[in-house]
């Protein structure tokens, strides 16, 4: 892994790694052409060398990757590399591993199939400090309209070319989606079921970076707050191959399909709500077989990294960065309102992501959570620790 100001540059000494000479790019071109990546690579790969693939639409689509693998078999490239935000990393993935494979895309990702012949060599270049795409082992895809996760280890990048000068031509309303972005995955992964010590530590850093350099990233840009941005993106990504995401992600698919919020805006809608009502988690509901005390405890971390006293306090942080970045803190201030919507979002909330959240929710606790009528209870300060108690 390269992160550095410069480190594109790297991309010879990668293709001599590699022993390569044909190569398969999946790019977005607005992104390719605005963070100056394209004129860099041309100087780097001779053009009769490349199949360039791109013109694909935000949200990876499965028309999308049949095309792609299907241009990409008779490319037969030696590598492939991926260029972009998470849609462009997303379809890269897929591409370069599905190609090697005899079954459909489309039965690959709506069953589940294996993909046991593995993948071509994959080099992910971010263009956005967001999704941390280019660590993680899955991705996403939507088939008739419906969200699918394809996941397997031969889906991690062989190698990420993280270069936070291709993130300086974002513009805000983009740095503020993809940061909400990598922020909520951090702060999804302190207290998620698949949680571990190593994931959390990712995380802590990640969510740390994020709400310290999100705002000025946003709106004031500097080269330090671009590169910690990129850190922040890359170890969320780092952070949620381990522990998977949660409830807020859970609800942000319905948001972004019907509403067209951007994904990262839309995760962030419901943060706040969710952080109040895993902090009312009892024994009864509580989906972490280490116990409540234990997710108290990464809980607690939450509340230090925001520099928070209380739960409530810790909301009105969350919200009060949320509206910084001129994005929507909650539902109600995005104009979702009625009870007829609300119903609709809690009836379609992912199942997978909901079922890695700390404390479980029925179709009503969702729909109260969607009102922003979450109950904190007991624990609405700081909670106790046992002396003894560990991140694990």
Known sequence: MYLSEGSLAEIPRIF??????????????????LSGAATQLRQFLPPDAITLFSGFEPNPKIEDVELGVARCRDADP????????GTAIDLAKMIASMARHAESPR???????????????LVAVPTTAGTGSESTHFAVVYVDGQKYSVADPCLLPCVAVVDPELTYSVPPRMTAATGLDAFCQAIESIWAVGATDESVAYATSAATLAFEHLPTATNAPTPEARHAMSLASHLAGKAINISKTTLPHAISYALTADYGIPHGAAVATTLSSV???????????????????????????????????????ACQQIEAFVSSLGCNPTLASAGIRTEESLRVLASRVNAARLSNNPRMASQEELFSLLQGRSTIGAGSRRPTIPPKATAG
């Open 78 to 85: 030696d590598l492939v590399i991926a260029l972009g935000g």
């Open 107 to 121: 039965n690959i990702a709506v069953n589940g199939l294996a993909l046991s012949q593995g993948t071509l060599p």
């Open 275 to 313: 952080l109040a009502y895993n902090f009312g988690i009892s024994t009864s509901d509580c989906a972490d077989r280490r116990g409540t005390a234990h997710v108290r405890q990464r809980l607690s971390l939450i509340l230090d990294i925001l520099r928070a006293a209380s739960v409530e306090q």
């Open 16 to 33: 001599e790694q590699f022993r390569a000479i044909r190569t398969f790019l999946v790019v977005d071109e607005v992104a390719y052409n």
